[in-house]
Each structure stands twice: as structure tokens, then as C-alpha cells.
């Protein structure tokens, strides 16, 4: 079985920062890109920052310069460091991993963490 576990969400304010992490553990026989997602009361949820296995990253606009995604391959992990937090972060953000999974790496899906929630509030 695999599985995605997030850590790391909580209160903050306007300006400050928090650091999200997410572990994948399983039978995972790949990891190609990781990346995060987050979702907002009443809207859908959006891309905020990918990493691919060698390390390309790309990012939402929005969050361009405040947020960065980094990841450690052998320990299966991704990380959103995110600084100047406003308002409008504020959402459940979601970790994803392209894994080809099982002994011998038959199957390659998408793969979602539980959810973190992030409110970043005065």
C-alpha cells in the first residue's frame, strides 16, 4: 500500500511562514514529479508548485517568490517552504506524487495526500 502523509499546516499570519512536508511510503518502486496542490472554500483546486525528478520546478503566479518547493529523492519527501503568507493562502494544500508503484513498477498514477489545512489570518 502506498500512501502520502502531510505535515506541517496550521495558523500563522499575514507575513509570516510555514513549512509543509510530505512523506510517500509503500511499495514505490518511482517517484516522478511531485508537487502541491490547494484548495480554497467554494473554489477548485489549483496548482501551487511541481518538482520534477531532477529538480525543474514551476510555480502558480500567485505564488512566485514567496513560495519554494524542494525535495529529497532517496528519502521519497517534498517540501513547500512558504514565506509572506497573505489572506488568500489560506486553503487545505495537498500533496501529489507520479508514482510507479508495486515490485515490479507496473502501475504509474497519481497519488494524494490526506490534506493539510493552512489559515493564514490576523
Known amino acids: 500500500q502506498v500512501q502520502l502523509v502531510e505535515s506541517g499546516g496550521g495558523l500563522v499570519q499575514p507575513g509570516g511562514s510555514l513549512r509543509l512536508s510530505c512523506a510517500a511510503s509503500?511499495?514505490?518502486?518511482?517517484?516522478?514529479?511531485m508537487g502541491w496542490y490547494r484548495q480554497a472554500p467554494g473554489k477548485q483546486r489549483e496548482l501551487v508548485a511541481v518538482?520534477?525528478?531532477?529538480?525543474?520546478?514551476n510555480y502558480a503566479d500567485s505564488v512566485k517568490g514567496r513560495f519554494t518547493i524542494s525535495r529529497d529523492n532517496a528519502k521519497n519527501t517534498v517540501s513547500l517552504q512558504m514565506n509572506s503568507l497573505k489572506v488568500e493562502d489560506t486553503a487545505v494544500y495537498y500533496c501529489?506524487?507520479?508514482?510507479?508503484?508495486?515490485?515490479?513498477?507496473?502501475?504509474?498514477?497519481?497519488?494524494w495526500g490526506q490534506g493539510a489545512q493552512v489559515t493564514v489570518s490576523s
Open positions: 501529489n506524487a507520479d508514482m510507479r508503484v508495486g515490485v515490479l513498477g507496473g502501475l504509474r498514477d497519481d497519488y
Open positions: 509503500g511499495s514505490i518502486f518511482s517517484i516522478y514529479a
Open positions: 518538482i520534477t525528478s531532477g529538480g525543474n520546478t
